[in-house]
């Protein structure tokens, strides 16, 4: 596909409040305002591997022996209790994003029910978050990596290989979705189908065993033996685990049938991780006890899973953390570059961002723009904090797509008809936007000042750039 209309002006000098979101007329292209196409590549199976392959990660390879040390059986709770926050946005942002089924997504969303001063905001800080987050899940990438070579022998010794891993992967990602987001999304489907198959036959064992069908079913333990409160607060710690949703609908103008696969990939992802979170802390508790299991740390899944099976079973486990960081990695430049191209559309960053490559029909410059400061961040090595930043920029956009939704429902555009549209909204995006802003409460300081700051950036940026008067015609 290629571009109608390179500059990204809109020549009727409209602003986005004004125009009405346009939708995929034959089901699978994206016609912008601007005349932009982006081919709708990525199906049904597609959109749940997104969603499900930037989400498994953190909640079944990191947090089991840290939640478990600080609710002990009760974690199980924590992440049903994250599931239930994460249904509560889904739900809004799937019936925006069948109304609005564009790159950008939140951004999109925000922009056109709040404003272009909310929408920059967000849009520009997702686009940092997401390149925060990619580079944490690429550092985990060169993490299990090496303790891979190292399980199955290779003397990798004091070599550091986890940073130049996690470079030359990063390129690779990178240059398969410059390639065309057909492949990208064929990778994700083979990669999220393989860790599935692998985490299915060990948690679906360990649960029988546990319950004793393969030998003597473990005494359980006191489920909160730390009293109710540590289960929410671990709820808080674990909730980045779920922060892969609403990838789906930032990259909503590559999906297939957007009607009906949006809905369904973002709320049907969140049920599958929401599944297999609490399976793993059952399993997990069961075969060691809340107390063995925090004293595992990271590394607990792999010592429950080498209780299980062996070494093998351990070499097993760390494969499928590998394949959990790929997926991750791989979703999130996907959708940092649908961010990018989005702002650029609306001229919050230069508007070259959203031009297509005449050959693959992706946006080139926006995957550069995505993978370029990935890249940078993943050579300093010391991501952890970022990650959390993430997670702060996104639990502000889900907030505002609770309030964007009822803002919606409140004005009811004549251009606004979602096919799908969420009971009780007042209700659902109402509880959904409170418990998506407190659980910032939760984060640590450094977190929470770094991702203020980011946003006071963004909004600097908007009023001193995209403001500007040479760019009134388009904003």
């Avoid at 007329?25 to 499900?52: M, N, Q, W």
């Avoid at 840290?66 to 209790?81: D, E």
């Avoid at 959708?335 to 559309?345: D, L, N, P, Q």
């Amino acid at each position: 596909m290629g571009t109608a209309d390179e500059s990204g002006t809109n020549a009727m000098g409209e602003t986005p409040e004004a125009v009405a979101p346009p939708t995929a007329a034959d089901g699978e292209t994206t016609v912008t305002e601007e005349g932009t196409e982006l081919e709708r590549s990525i199906g049904l199976k597609g959109g749940v591997a997104i969603g499900v392959g930037t989400m498994i990660g953190a909640g079944i390879f990191v947090f089991p022996g840290l939640a478990a040390g600080n609710a002990g059986p009760a974690a199980a709770g924590s992440f049903a209790i994250g599931a239930v926050i994460a249904l509560l946005v889904a739900l809004p942002a799937s019936e925006l994003a069948t109304a609005m089924p564009k790159s950008g997504g939140g951004y999109y969303f925000i922009s056109r029910a709040l404003g272009a001063l909310p929408g920059a905001v967000v849009g520009i800080s997702i686009w940092l978050g997401l390149v925060f987050a990619t580079a944490f899940y690429l550092v985990g990438f060169g993490n299990y990596a090496a303790a891979l070579l190292l399980e199955a022998g290779v003397p990798v010794g004091n070599i550091p290989v986890v940073v130049p891993l996690a470079l030359v992967f990063g390129v690779a990602l990178t240059a398969l979705n410059l390639f065309g987001t057909e492949n990208a999304a064929k990778l994700q489907n083979y990669v999220v189908g393989l860790l599935l198959t692998i985490l299915v036959l060990f948690l679906g064992y360990g649960g029988l065993d546990a319950l004793g069908v393969f030998g003597t079913a473990s005494t359980p333990e006191t489920f909160m033996p730390f009293g109710p409160m540590p289960m929410f607060t671990t709820a808080a710690l674990v909730f980045t685990s779920y922060l892969g949703f609403a990838q789906v609908a930032t990259v909503a103008g590559d999906i297939k049938d957007p009607g009906r696969n949006l809905p369904l990939a973002m709320v049907g992802s969140v049920v599958i991780v929401g599944v297999l979170y609490v399976s793993t802390i059952f399993v997990a508790t069961s075969a060691f006890g809340s107390g063995p299991l925090s004293r595992f740390g990271e590394t607990a899944i792999v010592e429950v899973a080498r209780a299980y099976f062996g070494d093998a079973g351990a070499l097993a486990i760390l494969v499928a953390g590998l394949l959990a960081t790929v997926s991750s990695a791989n979703a999130s430049i996907l959708s940092t570059s649908r961010a990018v191209f989005a702002i650029s559309k609306d001229a919050l960053v230069p508007q070259y961002a959203s031009r297509l490559n005449l050959k693959y029909g992706t946006p080139h410059v926006a995957l550069a723009m995505a993978g370029g400061p990935v890249l940078v961040l993943v050579a300093l090595g010391e991501v952890e904090v970022l990650a959390e930043v993430a997670s702060f920029l996104h639990l502000v956009m889900y907030g505002l797509m609770c309030v964007a939704l009822i803002s919606m429902r409140r004005d009811e555009p004549e251009w606004y008809d979602p096919d799908f549209r969420v009971p009780a909204y007042w209700l659902v995006a109402g509880v959904g936007a409170v418990a998506s802003f407190g659980l910032i409460g939760f984060m640590q300081r450094a977190s929470q000042v770094i991702g203020l700051a980011i946003m006071a950036a963004a909004a600097g940026w908007y009023k001193y750039y995209a403001s500007d008067v040479r760019l009134k015609g388009v904003l």
